[in-house]
Structure formats: C-alpha cells, structure tokens
C-alpha cells in the first residue's frame, strides 16, 4: 500500500514526515479492531480502530478514519484521525487538519494544520519547535 493511497498525496518536496516514508510494512485497516499491546519496528498505518499501547520504531500514522485509545509511544507520529490518550514522540509529531486529540502531547517537533483539534498539555524539549502550516501542495488549506 502506498501512501499516496492513503493521504491521496503527490509532489513530494520533503519536508513532512510523510514525504521520507517509502512504503508500510503494517496496515490496521478500516474494518479491523484492535485490542492490546502494538510493538513494531516498521513503519505503521491505523485507518480502523485501536484500544491499547504501543511502541513504534518507526513512523505511525493515524489515517482519516483511524481512532486510537490508549497512550503512543513512536519515533515520529502523524495523527489525521482520533486519538484518545497521550503520545510521547521522540522526533516530530504532525496533526493534520483532521486530527482531533485528546491527552498530553511529549515530543521535541510538533506541527500543527490549521484546523486540527488538541485538547490537553504540550512538553517539548528546549531544542524543539512548533510550526503552524497550510498545506498548499493539494490545494486546499491544512
């Protein structure tokens, strides 16, 4: 599965998590439900629904219609879906538009879309940063 399929992107200019990731290794898909402990070393995608924790050495996204509960823990987080708990980042954490989260927020990079929801704490290490943006590469505003 490719991640055009997924985000509906094109132009990669590299800057955004999504444009480094190559292809996903583990897909939790729109009609799956998972309940428990997620460890992965790979890149990974939720578009259904998660209950539980996970450790991810890699990228995690969170699709459109992606719900997550329980607390995250990833190398580099993307959040377009829901997300109920904390996420502790180690590198760069982006919420889309269409993100909607809800707990604490750990991570040293964070950007944030114009119209994604956060409702909670943000901790970031002294040599991080926020960055607010517009997508403009689809041609509507983030």
């Known amino acids: 599965m490719s991640k055009e399929s997924i985000f509906k992107r094109e132009g990669s200019k590299g800057r955004r998590l999504l444009d480094e990731v190559k292809q ?3 897909l939790i898909g729109a009609q799956t439900k998972l309940v428990g402990r997620l460890e992965s070393a790979d890149d990974t995608i939720i578009d259904g629904s998660v209950e539980g924790q996970c450790v991810v050495d890699g990228v995690l ?7 997550w509960q329980g607390n995250i823990e990833a190398q ?6 829901e997300v ?14 269409t ?28 040599e991080g940063d926020i960055v607010h943006f517009t997508d403009r590469r689809s041609g509507e505003s983030s």
């Open 99 to 126: 993100a909607r989260v809800s707990g604490r927020i750990n991570s040293p990079t964070i950007a944030v879309a114009e119209g994604a929801v956060h409702d909670g704490e943000v901790h970031m290490s002294k």
């Open 76 to 81: 580099n987080v993307i959040v377009s879906g």
């Open 61 to 67: 996204i969170i699709g459109e219609n992606g719900r």
């Open 24 to 26: 996903f290794s583990t």
């Open 84 to 97: 109920q708990g904390d996420i502790v980042v180690h590198n760069k954490l982006e919420l889309t538009k």
